[in-house]
């Protein structure tokens, strides 16, 4: 299993961006697929996003689609999510993902390693 640490996230007004990053620390990064999830107060976690190992696939829930964008660094054991045109419902705890599940990953399950989370928080 990897150790996962986000950073990035903060308040930031409707219409801003954020960038988070996730760093893995452990054994073989580049081999596993990584994602994003959120969860925000009084709701279940969801999926917002998924990359597959090398970078050359991605997955995106409809309600980020075009507004997020993931990518990932192996030489850097580390993912990005870029957050544009951010909505005051894209309020959340973010956390980071890594698993080995088959492509494309989106379901909790398919994640075996988690991070603690980054609050973001976007006022109207």
């Known amino acids: 299993q990897l150790q996962l640490v986000e950073s990035g996230g903060g308040l930031v007004q409707a219409g801003g961006s954020l960038r988070l990053s996730c760093v893995a620390s452990?054994?073989?990064?580049?081999?596993?697929?990584t994602g994003w999830f959120r969860q925000a107060p009084g709701k279940e976690r969801e999926f917002a996003a998924s990359i597959n190992w090398s970078g050359s696939s991605t997955y995106y829930a409809d309600s980020v689609k075009g507004r997020f964008t993931i990518s990932r660094d192996n030489a850097k054991n580390t993912v990005y999510l870029q957050m544009n045109s951010l909505k005051p419902e894209d309020t959340a705890i973010y956390y980071c993902?890594?698993?080995?599940?088959?492509?494309?990953?989106?379901?909790?399950?398919?994640?075996?390693?988690w991070g603690q989370g980054t609050q973001v928080t976007v006022s109207s």
């Open positions: 452990g054994r073989f990064f580049s081999t596993y697929a």
């Open positions: 993902a890594a698993g080995r599940g088959s492509w494309p990953v989106r379901d909790p399950g398919d994640f075996g390693s």
